[in-house]
């Protein structure tokens, strides 16, 4: 007999997704890897290097009478020397050769060199952390994570087991009656709209979602037909626009988020351009297919936070069970916004700080306005210890978490969980060209509705690079607890005298 | 409620091909012509674009001025032929603080008029110094005009020059014996300044007043460039005027509403000539960006002077002392001691140099200053690569971009557009803050995060090493 089906709250059959690491290779012909290795005239094709490397670079399939053009994007570069299969030197005709990738050079910004995009996409390929020649774990901004590391000891105070080490996250601390919401990780992923981004992006999300038990969000825009089947780990964004937004939507979700502000564009309503705005869009928004939509700024019915408190009450009362998620930006106030949306009954308080985001924005709201989260982060976790509300309620951050060293050092600084957006986009391919916003959208396919372009990235190659990331980002955390000799990231929190800031920048 | 101010941006696009910031390495001799090349696949057309430029088919690496570094090409490529590097070109405009992004944001605002806005989150480093280590604040819940440039609502843009006294004195029999208020009223909280370097000779002045009058705000122009300008816009002129005299602007001070002085001994004579010759003209005083410029400030105010343009280095750094500190930590001093002093809403404050970008405008003012002036910024809408510290470029003849050869029309829209931006952006930021009007937002150091401060405030307790 097929087992019987999961059934979400409002009896819709979910779907499961294994939780399990596979190949996820690039999906574009050419790999792009930190180091090119050239192969010259002089080569005999003796496949010596092929039998010699155990990366996998060099490749003489058995038949063949040359070998294959170098997978240089699997060569670990210089530090290669420091071994005994160094192809480089080992080749008896000296036809090998190792430099720089010079394209490489142009990939990624200060916040996500070119290191970081190529070691998440390692991670999302192979569900590992690269082993030597790409950095994984800081950027290089200068500021905030990138000048924030952690202080292991030399020799750990508790012993700790990584197979039992414990990454996951309680999401209802208010002990009002409604369920309680465990997550596997302290990570969940961000809101990203259909319109925004493409289904495949979306439904990968939520796949990758469903096989590590935690969530992801619709963003506003809509509740999609197809992210029925994973109900059980879906948020249903309401904001401003309240597009897409019925009673269906929310009810039947375990946690509906209200979206005041966001990173990408602090005090900034939502914009999505003409050109993105496809009839599939439009149908779902309830608007006029190619028309620009905005979403106005604030809430225009909220002036206090009896009226805030008016707002979840009215979820509160919709669905019975849910809990309710609120998503600021980061102000100046940032820590009496926090606790006022704790008194007026939010379960999650999600900080998004002004750093961060993947929608398109006005450059000048990107850098300007509102604090990146690090400082949110430290500022209101103080404040809720101070008032002495800190346990009751989930504080979740986002806002430029790029790797899992960022997210447990957020944790560290006093957040409980971390939203992750950007780190996603890069796992399916993305190379931060920031052109998401124009003509047929994304390029490569990720945060694009132009039909020929969302088919450059399938559904289940998307959700497994998600998956592989997330184990990844796993394996680290574990790593990172037990060289502090902490058992558990619930116990990590607010341990800021585990961190250090560096005096100089990098 | 007055009429909404709006500026009207035309696209004018720039005169000649922008230098683009990426380079391809096309290793072409192992093309195999396959019938799956990426070239024409670009989803932004940009080989097709390109190909009118690139016609060498010798080269193996040819400039992509349009290209946005999405690398499918790249990666798509079936023999792996195309790779993708740094423009040297790109790399070496402007300079360490005139850096190639602020160049290419600027050009693109002047030839649209639009807000810049890409995807992908902020893409910087974390903070810096001078206007880099400041955030704005935002506001979570309504506060009055919460709509930005969308909005139905009207955020103002305006601000006052001149003469605002406290309180009127009258004599016995009644009558005002002291100043009255005497104000400029500009709707953009900006007048364009005068370039550090002369291009075009009067052409650009000339673009600068047609785009003062269009934008209604004012444009200063050095007394020996005034002659022969159009009298409809006279009354947004302020000539600039040396120890030298007025020059050829004597004859034009029954029109302007302003005349601004360098400072020095020469000063008190020529604002009296100026009052005689108009009685309502504003007399401003023109001072290097430095802290002791606040006792020149006193004096002045108390001698009758109210308007004070204080000018920054080219870096928006103070001028004439050793170790220049940013015009932001000299400004807050400045407007903090006016304030102690009880005659900050006496005088208005301009301030100039280095206002690079619409952010650097808005935290000017939140530093202390009422308005500023745009100077050199207006010489790189006109396609200046501000590249003078490389060498002396300023002469016409050896400037990249031919900016000396503008016909004003063009080169006054141009400006217009660039400021249309600039203005959107303002009202993007106000709108943030729920703040109604920009004149609240004059050292309003409260609606800023200063890095110094919230540095100490959430990491202070960190350990440091």
Redesign the interface.
Known sequence: MPPEPILSPGGEPQVSVERVVRPAPERYRNALGKYKIGRSADCVACGDCAKLCPEGVHVKPDGYAFSLRPRDHLCIGPECAKTDHYCVAKCTKKALSLARNPTVDTMGDPRWPSDLILSTWHMAETGHVPKAGLEHRVGESGGGFDRIHFNFPTVPAIKVDPAKVDTGLDLNHRNDGRPQLHIDLPVYGGGMSFGSVSIHTILGKARAATAWNTFTCTGEGGFHDRLKAYDNHVITQVATGLFGVREDTIQRVPIVEFKYAQGAKPGLGGHLLGDKNTPAVARMREAVAGNALFSPFPFHSVYSVEDHKKHLDWIKEVNERALVSVKVSTPNDVDMVAVGSYYAGAHIIHLDGCYGGTGAAPDIAKKNIAMPIEYAIAKVHKFLVAEGIRDAVTLIVSGGARTAWDVMKAIALGADGVVIGTAEMVALGCVRCACCESGRGCPRGIASTDPELMMLMSLEWATQRLINLLNAWREQMVEILVKLGIPSTKELRGRSDVLYYAKEAV | MPEKYHIKPVATPGRFRRVGK?GS?DWREDCSRCTNCVKPRC??DTYKKEAAYNRDPSTSVVPLYEC?????C?????K?LL????NPEYLALGDDYWKPEILA?TWNQADSGR??????????????PGFDG?????????RPT???I?GREYISTSVDIGSKPMRLSFSKDGKLTGETTALIDVPVPFVLDVPPWNMGGQSTAKARLAAAKTLKTLALIPAAETANLPAEQLPFLVPLVGADGFGASEPLLRYVRMVEFADGPQTDGLAQKAKVANAGIICALRLPLQSKAADRIVAANKAGIHVFHLCADLHGREQNVDNPRHLKDVLREIHSRLVKEGMRDEVTLIVSGGIA???HM??TIICGADLVGVDTTLLVALGCRVCRDAGDKTHTAECASEVGTLEPAYAAQRMVNLMAAWHS?LI??L???GIREVRRLRGET??A?FMED??R???G?????
Not at chain 2, 461 to 465: E, S, V
Request: aromatic letters at 10%.
């Open positions: 990426f390495i989803v932004y946005r570094g999405c690398l499918s790249v990666q798509g490529c079936t792996g790779g993708l590097a740094f944001t807000i810049p806005v890409s995807g992908a989150g902020y893409r910087g480093r974390f903070n810096g400041i955030w704005t604040d935002m506001s979570e819940i309504v919460r709509d930005g969308h970008l619409a952010e808005a935290k952006q993007e930021v709108g943030a803050m409260g609606r995060i919230i540095e405030e959430a990491f307790d960190l350990a440091c090493k």
